[in-house]
């Protein structure tokens, strides 16, 4: 089942792939996220819903790492983030 990989949890529609990541409650954002399931591609663009601007990514083997922007790891009691993925 690709609609959950740990706190990561997916969605589609079209052709855009939905995350949303949850953090605990009382812990700080971290840096940067990872997920292994539904992969975006090396020119896959995404997005942070909440900026609406693209974010930085890499792709690590079976894993893509997202660097969260400075404004959102300062953002007090975030509790969820969401991306759209556009292969």
Not at 13 to 33: C, D, L, Q
Request: net charge positive; proline share 3%.
């Amino acid at each position: 089942d690709n609609y959950q990989d740990q706190n990561t949890y997916f969605t589609a529609k079209g052709n855009k792939t939905y995350a949303i990541v949850v953090f605990e409650e009382g812990k700080e954002v971290p840096r940067s996220i990872n997920w292994s399931k539904n992969l975006p591609s090396e020119k896959s663009k995404i997005k942070l819903l909440q900026t609406g601007k693209k974010v930085n990514f890499k792709i690590k083997g079976d894993m893509v790492e997202i660097t969260l922007p400075k404004e959102i790891r300062s953002a007090k009691n975030s509790v969820a983030i969401a991306f759209s993925i556009e292969n």
